[in-house]
């Protein structure tokens, strides 16, 4: 239901003119068993390929670490560290790691550990602008989204922000299913909104 989706923020003056957009409890839940389920399930599957990639980070990527750390904001504002493969010194995106998304697998395990949903707002910097701030969305970011779907050139920070309200306002499990397929679908002939 919109109703219980949609609120007014107050208190902070950054804040005071914007919306503070959240899923109620009930859809909270489900988005979070959704998440936690697909996530847990294409790990399994896709474990082969998730150890390929390991290995090819560790020896195309610029340090000895397979998978690096940036700081993020998640739900309610608290920093965690998201997770992706070193990404080869030479990032061309004719590398498979880039070309297929495959250098986001380990965002599963931040879906996994409750930092992440698959479908969501864009993770925002721990520090972001004030001015890249208009409403507050009360949701984990997401591996993918509107946002990602559209090409990133073309979209300003208001026009994110606008997309993730949309996103939350007019939320079902259906939409975040659809927006998965594409996702995969985009993947699948390389990656072209990066």
């Known amino acids: 239901m919109q109703g ?33 389920i697909v996530a847990a399930g294409t790990l399994a599957v896709l474990a082969p390929v998730f150890v390929c990639c390991w290995i090819y980070a560790k020896v195309t990527g610029p340090s000895k670490a397979p998978v690096t750390t940036v700081p993020r904001l998640g739900l309610g504002g608290e920093a965690f560290d998201l997770l992706n493969f070193s990404a080869p010194a030479d990032q061309r995106k004719d590398r498979p790691l880039v070309k297929y998304g495959l250098i986001h697998l380990p965002e599963l395990l931040n879906v ?7 479908v969501g707002p864009r993770p925002r910097p721990v520090r972001p602008a004030l001015s890249e701030r208009p409403i507050e969305v009360r949701l984990r970011p997401g591996m993918t989204g509107l946002w990602m779907l559209t ?4 979209l300003t920070p208001q026009d994110i922000h606008s997309l993730d309200r949309t996103y939350v306002e007019s939320w079902s499990l259906f939409r975040d299913i659809r927006i998965l397929i594409l996702t995969a679908g985009a993947v699948r002939y390389g990656w072209k909104t990066t």
């Open 4 to 36: 219980d989706r949609l609120g007014r923020s107050g208190g902070d003056p950054s804040h005071s003119n914007a919306g503070v957009v959240a899923l109620g409890s009930w859809d909270a839940t489900t988005k979070e068993v959704f998440d936690k």
């Open 151 to 154: 090409p990133r050139t073309e």
């Open 112 to 118: 996994l550990r409750g930092d992440m949903s698959l």
